[in-house]
C-alpha cells in the first residue's frame, strides 16, 4: 500500500476511535485506499462494507483481502430473509398499464393515475412510512406542467399593468387552469388509492403480483435488524457512496449501536430523482476531508472548482504535485480517448461516429441496450416477454416512457426512432462492452460513456459533450454535480465546448 497522505492519515485515526464520523472524499482523493487502510487499522474487528450494486462490492472484497472486513450490497443483506419467499414475483417489471388492467381503471385520466400510482408507490417503498399518503405522490408526472402554467400565467398577470384587455384574457386562462389544478388533485387521490390497492396486493403471499426489490429490503429495515447481532456480529459499518443513500438505507445505518463511517463526496450525489438524501449533507457527524487527488493535476482541479464554487462547497480539489494536466476549452478537432455524454442518443452518434472512422470503440450500458432492442422487438411483434412482459402494445410501453419512472425506456425509445433497431443492433455488435470488463476500455481507441456511467472511472484524455453545458439545465444543482463528475474523470487532458464560468449560470 502507497504511504498515506495526512488527511488519509486523520480518517484512519478517527475510525481507530470507533465513533461513527464522515469522510468527505472528493474526486480522485484515494477513497479507497483510505478505507482498506481503516480496514487493516482495524485489526480482527468484523467490518461490512456496504454499496449499491454487487459489481462495486465484489471490486471492494479485493482490497479487504487480509482483513475481517465483508464487502456487501442493501439487498444482500435483505433478500435471505425477506426476499426469497417473492420466487419469480421479483423478475417482471410492474408498469402503470398492468395497474390499470388488473384494477380496472379506466376512463378519463386512467392513463394518468396509473403513471401517478407507480411512481407513488415506487417512492413509498423508499421510506419507513407507515402508510400511503400525499407526500409520496409524483407531482411531476401529473401536476408539473399545470403548476408552471399557472406560475407562468400570474407573473404575466403581475406585468400587465392598466392593459384591461389583457387581464381579462389571462384571467380567463387563470380559471381554465384552476379547474385543471381540480383535476389534478383528483388524478392524485385516485392514484394514492391504487398504489395502497397494489401494495395490499404485493404483500399478499398467496397473489401473483410482480414485486419490486425495495419492497424486501423495506420489510428488513423495518424489521429493525441489529447488524452487530446474531447472524451478522459486524463490529462497523464502511458505507460507501453514502452521498446516493436514501431513507430506508440512512434508517438502517443510523439505527445500528456499532459506529458508522459515512464515505462519499455530497456533490457526486447524481441520483436525486431516486429519492437519494446525500447522507455527506444530512448527518450531523464529525468529518474530515480528502482534498488532494491523485488522478490529475492542478488545471483539472481548478476548473472543476469552479463548480464546486458554484454549489458552495467548503473543501475545494488540489491536484497531484508531481501531475501536469491540461484543459482545453472551445471546439476542436482533436480526439481524446473517451467521451464523455449526457444521454445515450449521444453515446450512440458518437459510437457510429468511431466506427465508421475503423476505431475499436467502446461503450457502456450496451447489455442493457440489448435486452432492451430482444423485447422491444418482442413486444412490436406481439409476444410480451423479459421486462416488458406486463405490457400489452408498444403503445403502453410509450405511454410508460412518458413517466419519471420510465425515464431510462424514454431515452431508449428515441434511439430506436432514429436509428431503427436495426441499426442499434449493428452499432451494439461492432462495439466492445465496458461493463463486463473493468479492463476492457483499455484496449479500445475510443470509449463514449455517459456522464451518469462514467462515474468512478478514469481516462487520460476526456473530451466532454455539448449536452453537459447547457445553461438552462445547469440552473439546477443535480446538473451542475453531473458536470463536476465528468470533469473530474481526466488524468492529463480535459477537452470542452466551454468552461463553467464561462456560461455565467
Sequence with gaps: MFALTQEQRKAVAMAKKMQSFKVSALAGTGKTTTLAAIAQELGQKRGLYLSFNKAIATEAQKKFEGSECQARTFHSLAFAGFGRKYGARLDKRLNAAYLRSRFGVTGDYSYAIGEVALGTLSRFLRTSDAQIKKEHVAWNDACKAIFAERRELEAIFACCGENQSLKTEINQKLAENEQHCKTCYKIRDQAIELAKRALAEMLNPKSDFPVTHDLYLREFVLSSPKLDGAGFRYDYILFDEAQDADGLMLLLTTAQKIPVFYVGDAFQQIYEWRGAKNAMQSLDLPETPLTMSFRFGQAV????????????????????????????????????????????????????????????????????????????????????????????????????????????????????DDYGVDGLQSVMDSSVDLDGNKDAWKSCDRIVITAHKSKGMEFDSVCLSDGLFNKKRLESDEEKRLLYVAKTRAIHTLRQPTDYAGLKV
Design 301 to 416: 482541479a481548478d476548473d472543476a472548482n469552479q463548480v464546486l464554487q458554484s454549489l458552495g462547497a467548503k473543501y475545494f480539489l488540489e491536484g497531484r504535485p508531481d501531475r501536469t494536466s491540461r484543459v482545453f476549452t472551445g471546439k476542436t478537432t482533436e480526439a481524446s480517448r473517451a467521451t464523455i455524454v449526457r444521454t445515450n442518443a449521444e453515446v450512440i452518434d458518437q459510437a457510429m461516429s468511431g466506427l465508421s472512422d475503423k476505431r475499436r470503440v467502446g461503450v457502456s450500458g450496451k447489455a442493457g441496450i440489448r435486452a432492451f432492442l430482444r423485447d422491444y422487438q418482442r413486444l412490436v411483434d406481439g409476444d410480451s416477454s423479459g421486462q416488458f412482459a406486463l405490457f400489452n402494445s408498444e403503445q403502453e410501453l410509450r405511454e410508460h416512457a412518458e413517466s419519471s419512472e420510465g425515464n431510462d425506456i424514454k431515452m431508449l425509445l428515441k434511439l430506436v
